[in-house]
């Protein structure tokens, strides 16, 4: 089966810089995204990567190793606004994407 | 950047009626919509998808008779809750995809469904 790996929730400081894992299993492979959901709303796109590397883009940058199936979403100098759920998705074979549950992230002062 | 609008952002309705959302994209053509719900502290659940001019392919477990799917052109899908019930109250959201980056999907804001 496909699957999408994550942790539920993450708690970090302001300022400071956090590394969301997200592993996964699918058949076949056309890109992995994160997108992030605050509370109520619905999900913005952050990255996409579909090549072997990192993606850096300001404060987040997004890390992908196919061989491994793994890839993280790093956020360096968090601010207050950065709590929010990041989803992991990875578009299959058939560029459906497959939903990670979501790694709620808490930012405290 | 592409732009994805749905309405209405909020609804609530009696048990029984039925609730039509709306997905538009307002500066692109969309040629795959996708139709998700999400429930308190989870993630999205696929429950559909769409191309323009063709019947929607719902996910295993989704009643197409209750989630009415229809993608009349390339800026606009609708779906409609027939005979809502409370469990049917959700977080609804469309993406779509058809924009310049085309392996990307545009969200738009969601919906909330409230059923009474």
């Known amino acids: 089966g496909q699957n999408i790996d994550q942790p539920t929730e993450m708690t970090a400081t302001e300022g400071a810089i956090v590394q969301i894992n997200c592993t996964y299993q699918t058949s076949g492979f056309n890109g992995l995204f994160w997108y992030q959901q605050h509370a109520g709303e619905a999900p913005t796109f952050l990255s996409y990567n579909v090549l072997d590397g990192l993606e850096e883009k300001g404060r987040f940058s997004s890390f992908l190793s196919r061989s491994k199936g793994y890839s993280y979403l790093l956020l360096k100098e968090l601010q207050m606004k950065d709590s929010a759920s990041y989803l992991c998705?990875?578009?299959?074979?058939?560029?459906?994407?497959?939903w990670g549950a979501g790694t709620k992230l808490i930012i405290k002062p | 950047g592409a732009v994805v609008s749905q309405h209405p952002s909020r609804v609530i309705c009696k048990s029984g009626t039925s609730v039509k959302i709306e997905c538009r994209s307002l500066?692109?053509?969309?040629?795959?919509m996708f139709w998700y719900r999400q429930f308190p502290k989870k993630s999205l659940m696929l429950m559909a998808t769409s191309n323009e001019g063709s019947k929607a392919t719902y996910e295993q477990g989704v009643e197409k008779d209750k989630f009415l799917i229809n993608h009349a052109s390339l800026t606009l899908s609708t779906l409609t809750v027939t005979s809502a019930h409370p469990e049917d109250s959700s977080f609804y959201i469309c993406?779509?995809?058809?924009?310049?980056?085309?392996?990307?999907?545009?969200f738009g804001p969601g919906t909330r469904l409230t059923v009474t």
């Open positions: 998705a990875v578009m299959d074979s058939n560029y459906q994407l497959i």
């Open positions: 500066d692109f053509q969309a040629t795959t």
């Open positions: 993406s779509a995809r058809g924009g310049l980056r085309d392996y990307e999907q545009y």
